[in-house]
């Protein structure tokens, strides 16, 4: 079984690859008056409170939204709707009503939910709901971005229940997948201290893992030991798999590592931290205590990789 306690992961969604290939099957699922509807507005995923605990909403597939109907497929408007699979037997789809104004879109929304910024929401999420949002982001955020194709500069329009955008042009017809930036994350330590940086974007007292996208040319572990050496000079000599998680902001995955190292002195060589310190485990902890230093969201990967070098003592 796979397990992975990281927020956004671990859903139990079927994609169904093999079905959603086939327009008549996705056209009846998106006609089915049970299949869940989730919008997302310019980014925002549409939440309810459900007994006091937050929940992922949905609207019915046959919602009338304004200068478009019912959403159908193949889609008849330039609002995009993709088929995200099967949970329990019930089509789950994703709608993006980015289009329109918002007090249009939360008005049809209303009876149902409300517009939220998923990166703050997220860890309150049950984690088949986190996965089906950060899914449904993450997906309608390559589309968003996919309207031209790279060959030609044609229009692509979506197939494969918007799994894949083709070229309009019949010369063309190029294919396009959707898109995920694989970002590695990593845990330094010399055995004794563990190497944390904050950036001038975080918010105050924040100290965190050091990150950065993979390049071209690189495997992970080679990415890893270069954001480690541009961002604070220091040379890692073994770096060791952890976790990952699914990160839709706006469309990435962070594969998540620790990373040994000898004890070095730091330079912050780039732009890309305003500070970087070695701590021990001690110091950490009565750090944090004297709310001097602050660690990043309890349901970042980041987080989790600090955590579980704290508590390996
Ligand atoms: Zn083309």
């Known amino acids: 079984m796979v397990t992975s306690q990281n927020i956004f992961a671990g859903g139990r969604i079927d994609r169904a690859a093999p079905r959603r290939a086939d327009p008549a099957a996705v056209a009846g699922w998106l006609a089915d008056a049970g299949t869940r509807l989730i919008p997302v507005w310019r980014g925002r995923i549409l939440l309810t409170d459900q007994d006091g605990d937050l929940r992922l909403a949905a ?21 995009t709707v993709v088929f995200l699979g099967l949970l329990d037997d019930v089509p789950h789809f994703a709608v993006d009503v980015s ?57 692509t329009m979506p197939t494969d229940g918007g799994h894949i955008r083709r070229c309009v042009l019949e010369t063309c017809a190029a294919p396009h997948f959707p898109r995920t930036d694989p970002a590695v994350i990593m845990l330094v330590h010399d055995g ?26 690189e495997s992970l572990e080679d990415a890893v030991a270069r954001e480690v050496l541009e961002e604070t000079g220091v040379r890692v000599d073994t770096v060791t798999y952890h976790s990952s998680q699914p990160w839709p902001f706006p469309r990435s995955v962070m594969i998540g590592f620790h990373a040994r190292a000898e004890h070095q002195p730091i330079s912050c060589n780039d732009d890309e931290l305003e500070h970087a310190l070695w701590c021990t485990r001690r110091e950490l902890r009565a750090r944090v205590a004297a709310d001097s230093l602050r660690l990043p969201h309890r349901y970042s990967i980041a987080y989790r990789l600090i955590a579980e070098w704290l508590a390996a003592e």
């Open 59 to 79: 609207v019915p597939p046959r919602t009338n939204w304004p200068d478009g109907g019912p959403v159908q497929w193949p889609p008849s408007t330039e609002r």
């Open 99 to 155: 289009d329109l104004e918002q007090p249009v879109a939360e008005a049809v929304c209303a009876p149902f939910g409300r517009f939220d910024d998923l990166r703050m929401a997220g860890g309150a999420l049950p984690v088949d709901d986190a996965n089906l949002a950060a899914y449904a982001r993450g997906l309608m955020e390559w589309h968003g971005h996919s309207r031209y194709c790279g060959h030609c500069g044609s229009r």
């Open 192 to 217: 004794e201290s563990c190497l944390l940086g904050r950036s001038a974007r975080f918010h105050t007292k924040i100290y965190s893992t050091l990150a950065g996208f993979v390049e071209p040319g």
